[in-house]
């Protein structure tokens, strides 16, 4: 599956495209505070992209036991995100230790969005 990236200011065609070669992608979140790293989430799996180089992600994640429905990057790191998956948990990352999350959230149901706010 393809990643693409649009410019809208001129949308005839993609700016970019970052190729994922496995399941299709349900989730993407531009870094706040990098503008060349986006996050994508592929079934139970994140990938963290540099658009520069787009022919592999420089981090892969394996998250979740199930599909993933939320990513987001946090508003005061740029190397931490959360994510929220169907397996009823909330985790939080860093990606440059990207095989250990950081804390998680044990919930009694399907976690369908999880975001930052801006107070913390």
Known sequence: S?????DVRDPRSP??????????????KWNRHNPFVIAS???GD?????????SR??????????KIYGIDWSPSDERTLVTCSQD???????VTQP??????LQCGAPVWRARYTPFG
């Open 2 to 6: 393809y990643i693409h990236l649009w």
């Open 15 to 28: 700016k970019g495209s970052l190729c994922a070669w496995t399941v299709g992608c349900s989730q993407v």
């Open 41 to 43: 989430a592929h079934d």
């Open 46 to 54: 994140v990938r963290v992209w540099d658009i520069r180089k787009p």
């Open 57 to 66: 992600p420089t981090v892969q994640i394996t998250a979740h036991m199930s």
């Open 88 to 94: 009823k948990q909330v985790k939080f990352w860093n």
């Open 99 to 104: 095989r250990v999350y950081q804390a998680t």
